[in-house]
């Protein structure tokens, strides 16, 4: 019993090391880990290899059934979890990473007006860290739509995107409240791009019952500012639907990918 | 919908894995490391005799071997099997995550260069740390640190013994490595079941309810203290996720930065198991009432 339990430990940790490496090199990745974390997990992986190898090859003396239960159920979790948020197991198809791609047009043009990329998360940042958003700048940005108690007395929703920093137990819905006046009105968990201006508001209206969403259970709206949209459209659920956003700096633009995360 | 929400919990308690797993094996293999290189008595020789000198070793031990919450508890333990004087080892244990280069940076760019935020954050840790080593300083005293310790792991006795004499054993790297994995093994499955809890908190929490509380500038400090604990997000990304919390005042979300790095659910199992229990509550009660402290004190001055 105590060989089998040994020879079990040391399998699971080789078999964690396999899985991060696998999964290091997927598109699953995203719906776990910021992909800029792809190295680490990746030379992380191959250290797990080498020392569940080394621990089958000569195991350490002592066992613990608890310790091989966890690492057990941890197995199960991470094939219960599957390609994470992404729509199917393709997911774990071995091919280039989505993140690497050219650089592309910062704008969207919409009956011949440029709308400015943004994604919600990236304008919560620029207005939390207190950037101006010029009056006549015009944003295109997509999220899914959030509505509350509170923001239907305003007569407003929410657009949020789940944003991670490292990894999705970090990872909050952030975004605007869009003021859509005299557009058709949004259910719940419709994703949709909104076209439109940011306006100041007189005075903060902070928002204390949102819920979360599908992807992220936590949520949390910009309270000073909201979005006015001039027009709102519907989308499909993108297939990656986290982005990965940190305050910016405002010395440079925000680095855009061309993928699913930029607006 | 339920099981949605057990699919993204179970997402969730992989991610904090994916995340920290690297971290406490980095951990375990240096604590692997230290046991098989590093002479008791050279240490002992080295760290200062009086408490400010002990202090200020572990204070500033983060700088010199920056490691997250996960990899600095294996570390510590193994300091303290060595003698490091635990006001050293623990001291360090709990300043080491947030008291290095890497979470300051962060900490600076989350808050868009509020140096403030960034010695207010290090100098509650660096309070919280100092006070529990320093408590946990009796227990040195009083009792047979090696004895009260839980055991350690060994290599193998045919190893272990031949290896210092001579370096040509070709078994040395192995057992070095089994050692390493055989830590990573057993406070893993803290990790484990401390990803599990932290995952099921943040899917079935009644949000609405943490923010409306949040909301209260009395309650939001303990509010935000107590998502640390369920949250159990590393070191050196719970910067972003407290300047996220906009609607809290500057105080709470410093609560949040701090005690995170020295109190969360993981940790808690990996103190029992590495520790006493005395010791294991000392690290988590004591780091508590002083952040609760500092930051309320502070929440006077910060705006």
């Known amino acids: 019993m105590k060989r089998v339990l040994l020879a079990l430990d040391g399998m699971l940790v080789l078999g964690l090391g396999l899985y991060m490496l696998l999964l290091s090199q997927t598109e699953a990745y995203v719906a776990f880990m910021n992909p800029k974390f792809r190295p680490f997990t990746a030379a992380a992986a191959v250290g797990f290899c080498i020392v569940g190898a080394a621990f089958l090859v000569r195991p350490d003396g002592r066992t613990d059934a608890l310790r091989t239960l966890c690492f057990v ?13 992404l729509k199917n197991a393709g997911g774990f198809a071995v091919k ?29 940042l620029l207005l939390q860290t207190g950037h101006s958003t010029p009056s006549d700048q015009r944003y295109v940005t997509r999220g899914i739509v959030k509505r509350s108690v509170q923001l239907d007395q305003l007569g407003k929703f929410a657009l949020l995107r789940g ?101 | 919908m339920l099981f949605q929400e057990i699919q993204l919990m179970a997402r969730i308690a992989v991610s904090i894995v994916l995340e920290a797993a690297p971290f406490l094996l980095l951990g375990s293999l240096l604590s692997a490391v230290v046991d098989r290189y590093v002479d008791a008595e050279r240490i002992a020789r080295r760290i200062p005799k009086g408490p400010l000198g ?77 006070l529990t080593g320093w408590l946990c300083a009796d227990w040195h005293a009083d009792s047979n640190r090696l004895a009260s310790l839980p055991e350690l792991n060994h290599f193998h ?58 909301g209260s500038a009395t309650l939001s400090i303990a509010v935000l203290m107590l998502l640390a604990v ?54 988590i009660i004591v780091p508590m009432v002083c952040v609760f402290g500092l930051t309320f004190l502070l929440s006077f001055v910060m705006n």
């Open chain 1, 96 to 124: 280039a990473p989505p993140e690497v791609r050219i650089d592309p047009d910062p704008h969207v043009l919409r009956d011949g007006d440029p709308y400015l990329k943004s994604n919600p998360a990236r304008l919560f």
């Open chain 1, 73 to 85: 159920i941890l197995a199960v979790l991470a094939l219960h979890a599957g390609s994470g948020s």
């Open chain 2, 230 to 283: 369920l949250l159990c997000v590393c070191s050196e990304a719970d910067a972003f996720v407290a300047a996220s919390f906009v609607y809290v005042p500057p105080a709470a979300q410093l609560g949040f930065m701090a005690l995170g790095a020295m109190v969360d659910l993981k940790l808690m199992g990996m103190y029992f198991s590495a520790f006493p229990k005395r010791i294991a509550w000392m690290l």
């Open chain 2, 157 to 214: 006795s045919h190893g272990a013994q031949n290896m210092s004499t001579d370096g040509r054993d070709r078994w040395m790297v192995l057992d070095l490595l089994s050692s390493g994995a055989s830590e990573f093994l057993d406070m893993g499955k803290y990790l484990v079941l401390g990803a599990l809890a932290s995952a099921a908190f943040k899917v079935f929490l009644p949000w609405q309810l943490v923010q409306a509380l949040a």
């Open chain 1, 163 to 263: 944003n991670m920093v490292c990894c999705l137990a970090d990872a909050i819905a952030m975004g605007m409240m869009v003021a859509a006046d005299g557009l058709p009105p949004l259910r719940d968990g419709d994703w949709v791009v909104v076209f439109g201006r940011v306006q100041t508001l007189p005075e903060p209206s902070p928002i204390t019952d949102l819920g979360g969403t599908r992807e992220v259970p936590f949520s949390m709206v910009y309270d000073k500012a909201l979005l006015v949209a001039e027009a709102i459209e519907p989308m499909e659920r993108p297939r990656f639907p986290y982005v990965f956003e940190l305050p910016p700096s405002g010395k440079s633009p925000p680095r855009l990918t061309g993928g699913d995360d930029d607006y």
């Open chain 2, 54 to 130: 002990r202090m200020a070793v572990g204070l500033l031990g983060g700088m010199v071997i920056p490691i997250c919450e996960c990899g600095s508890v294996p570390l510590a333990r193994r300091f303290l099997g060595k003698g490091v004087p635990p006001l050293s080892a623990i001291t360090y244990m709990l300043a080491a995550p947030v008291i290095n280069p890497v979470v300051m940076l962060s900490t600076y760019v989350a808050f868009i260069s509020n140096f403030k935020m960034v010695i207010a954050r290090v100098s509650v840790v660096a309070c919280g740390a100092a």
